[in-house]
């Protein structure tokens, strides 16, 4: 979810431990499986083993999953026992860097996508590319290549979204619109399905006295979350992704991202959101829907239990086609898993991760109440609004585009958009100032990693 926001203060910090630590020649290579090079799917006759597995899945349904997923792996593998070492996302991030560079570093770990850690410990050699076992396992035709892109970097990590993979994950996250079903009735309109649609619905909603966008953005990421979804209805997926992986070849300053900030602050300029919006808390917004206050709110799919809990059946999700009549907004995945280059028996290891990303695995990701990252419309409710988030999903990763979060992109990224959409939003900075101000974090990154 918001997660990877949180991420920004802690680059420093890991920029200067990983920055001293080298791995051996050779680690993290194929040639580093356990056989000399051949690797096999058949960990039966390995011996008998501990396979050190470190993951922030802490949260009720997020721990119940894992804790079914373990038992099920040992009684199919008696042989290998799994020691899990639980943290709360923060502290296995603090943790995690420092665990890496010791000798007893964990077998299989959860390493947050973005630059400042996957990316950073790529670059220090400290995970094992993937690639091999995903040729073995099949995991190129299970997983689209939207969500893959978010576990790929080149071997030295100066590119995000090709090369190598890293890692698989097991759920998916996606970026939309909430609305209230009986405040969009009493308006007399249908779900937009277009953003065209959308703005004459906020239109109407303003016309008839409702509130029609309710936002908290004091903590200056939840803008985005508007922003990612809106830049997808006039800037090609292609250029977004690249933006927001810190890749270069593309360039904030282009009249398509313009007229994307200019139509955001539009919204503000006709009265479209709450009042306050920048001095407004993130849980006060989405619990202001709930109450009845407003009309739609932009955000993340992890607040779809919240609502559902608050408003019932009252509650939807959608999010409207571009131009070309395809969806495309903001979304990610759950911490990918990945093998460490200090792997006991990198077999071991892949089977694990295999196992838990497998078809019968997102069966009991949703058992759990979580959003699988595939089979994601197979396996959707039939009603209610996880039943929205997963018809969303898997459209978006099948047939649409998932585009990164914004604040991937450098290890600055996240402050840089957050404050300039703060500004945006205060009217305190015009279209073309919030697009150059985000151009200077994108290309001074990108010029110093060529």
């Avoid at 597995?53 to 079914?68: A, H, K, L, P, T």
């Avoid at 020691?83 to 943790?95: C, G």
């Avoid at 898993?337 to 077999?347: H, L, M, Q």
Wanted: hydrophobic share 40%.
């Amino acid at each position: 979810m918001q997660r990877h926001t949180r991420l920004a203060a802690l680059a420093g910090g890991a920029a200067l431990l990983l920055g001293v630590t080298a791995c051996a020649p050779g680690a993290g290579t194929p040639e580093n499986a356990p056989s000399g090079g051949a690797i096999s799917t058949d960990i039966s006759e390995v011996g008998e083993m501990t396979l050190t597995v470190w993951d922030q899945e802490v949260r009720g349904g997020q721990n119940e999953e894992i804790e079914r997923l373990n038992a099920a792996f040992e009684e199919k593998y008696p042989n290998i026992t799994i020691e899990r070492v639980s943290q709360a996302f923060e502290d296995l991030n603090t943790t995690l860097r420092l665990a890496l560079t010791d000798k007893d570093a964990p077998d299989v770990v959860q390493a947050n996508n973005g630059r400042n850690t996957m990316g950073a410990f790529v670059e220090a050699g400290q995970l094992r590319p993937l690639d091999d076992y995903a040729d073995a396992y099949g995991w190129l035709e299970r997983y689209s290549p939207s969500v893959l892109q978010y576990s790929t970097y080149s071997e030295d990590a100066a590119v995000f979204g090709d090369g190598n993979l890293y890692g698989l994950p097991q759920m998916g996250e996606v970026v939309g619109v909430f609305y209230s079903k009986s405040k969009l009735e009493g308006l007399g309109l249908e779900v937009p399905g277009t953003w065209d649609e959308f703005d004459a619905a906020l239109a109407a909603a303003k016309e008839a006295g409702e509130i029609p966008l309710q936002l908290g953005n004091i903590e200056q990421w939840p803008a985005g979350h508007v922003f990612g979804p809106l830049q997808g209805a006039y800037v090609d997926p292609e250029s977004i992704t690249s933006l927001g992986l810190g890749n270069p070849g593309a360039s904030w300053t282009t009249p398509e991202n313009e007229a994307a900030a200019a139509a955001l602050q539009g919204w503000v300029d006709s009265g479209y959101f709450n009042d306050g919006v920048n001095g407004t808390d993130y849980d006060a917004a989405w619990q202001a829907l709930a109450d009845g206050q407003g009309v739609f709110l932009l955000g993340g799919s992890w607040l779809s239990a919240d609502l559902e809990d608050a408003m019932g059946e009252d509650v939807g999700f959608f999010v409207p086609a571009t131009e070309s009549g395809s969806v495309a907004t903001t979304g990610g995945t759950s911490l990918p898993f990945a093998i460490t280059s200090a792997a006991e028996n990198t077999d071991v290891a892949a089977a694990y991760i295999d196992f838990l990303t497998s078809d019968d695995a997102m069966d009991i990701i949703v058992e759990t109440g979580n959003l699988p990252v595939n089979r994601t419309a197979e396996l959707a409710p039939s009603s209610g609004v996880l039943a929205d988030v997963f018809a969303v999903f898997g459209e978006v990763t099948t047939d649409g585009d998932l585009l990164p979060y914004l604040d991937y992109a450098t290890p600055t990224a996240g402050e840089t958009l957050g404050r300039a959409l703060q500004g945006l939003l205060a009217g305190e900075m015009t279209p073309t100032a919030f697009t150059e101000q985000l151009e200077a974090d994108y290309s001074e990154f990108v010029a110093a990693n060529e």
